[in-house]
């Protein structure tokens, strides 16, 4: 199973625990069809300058059953990291983009009453250039974006076109990388990255050593 994360930052300075305090009372709560559905921030955890928290969240669905639909809670959960990494506050969020977005968006209003105070960090076109040209037999794909020849939106290398120097350095001319899958040696593990930091886990590794790995090996390379 593929794993999903994406990483933001908050914009104002604040401590872990204060974080933890504000998220900990955070909960919303409504009635539909005679349930009560709940979202909250849970299981609390500092792991040194980290702080480790479950954001949950109540549901109704909509399942198909002998010929009915029939409306049914569910829960969804997603684990979050705060991390104080060069002097600012990252959030790992592990879960895929859609869903990241929207658990960053209520961590803010949690946190400072408003949206936009948790926002997407980046790692630099160049940044993702220097990672491929480390070590070019490492990457498995790259798209590029921010193309400049007309009715074309994106370019892409796989497999052994990426061992073609002379169309990756066109490429370059006309685009920047957005996309690197790349295989970092030193794991074993094949990972996905964009720039704006959503990360595809293609190893079949646990949920922990998948964030672990974030926290030593992506951050370093933010912006």
């Given amino acids: 199973m593929v794993l999903a994360a994406k990483i933001f930052?908050?914009?104002?300075?604040?401590?872990?625990?204060?974080?933890?305090?504000?998220?900990?009372?955070?909960?919303?709560?409504?009635?539909?069809?005679?349930?009560?559905?709940?979202?909250e921030f849970k299981d609390f955890r500092f792991l040194g300058d980290e702080l480790r928290c479950i954001f949950s969240e109540d549901r109704m669905i909509d399942t198909y059953y002998k010929g009915e639909v029939r409306s049914?809670?569910?829960?969804?959960?997603?684990?979050?990291?705060?991390?104080?990494?060069?002097?600012?506050?990252f959030l790992i969020i592990?879960?895929?983009?859609?869903?990241?977005?929207?658990?960053?968006?209520?961590?803010?209003?949690?946190?400072?009453?408003?949206?936009?105070?948790?926002?997407?960090?980046?790692?630099?076109?160049?940044?993702?250039?220097?990672?491929?040209?480390?070590?070019?037999?490492?990457?498995?794909?790259?798209?590029?974006?921010?193309?400049?020849?007309?009715?074309?939106?994106?370019?892409?290398?796989?497999?052994?076109?990426?061992?073609?120097t002379s169309l990756y350095s066109m490429y370059l001319e006309h685009g920047k990388i957005w996309y690197v899958v790349f295989e970092f040696k030193k794991y074993g593990y094949i990972v996905g990255i964009t720039r704006n930091c959503?990360?595809?886990?293609?190893?079949n590794i646990d949920h922990d050593s998948f964030a672990n790995f974030i926290v030593s090996e992506i951050l370093p390379l933010l912006s």
């Fill in 94 to 164: 592990m879960e895929r983009k859609d869903f990241a977005n929207y658990i960053a968006n209520k961590v803010s209003e949690a946190l400072f009453i408003k949206i936009g105070e948790v926002i997407e960090s980046e790692i630099s076109h160049e940044t993702l250039k220097l990672l491929h040209e480390s070590n070019p037999g490492a990457s498995k794909v790259i798209f590029f974006d921010n193309v400049d020849i007309p009715n074309i939106r994106k370019l892409s290398l796989y497999g052994s076109a990426l061992s073609d």
């Fill in 72 to 89: 049914i809670p569910v829960t969804m959960e997603a684990r979050l990291i705060f991390k104080v990494y060069d002097g600012r506050i």
């Fill in 9 to 39: 930052m908050l914009k104002p300075a604040i401590d872990l625990d204060l974080i933890a305090e504000k998220l900990s009372v955070y909960k919303e709560e409504k009635e539909v069809n005679e349930h009560l559905l709940t979202i």
């Fill in 198 to 203: 959503v990360l595809a886990m293609f190893t």
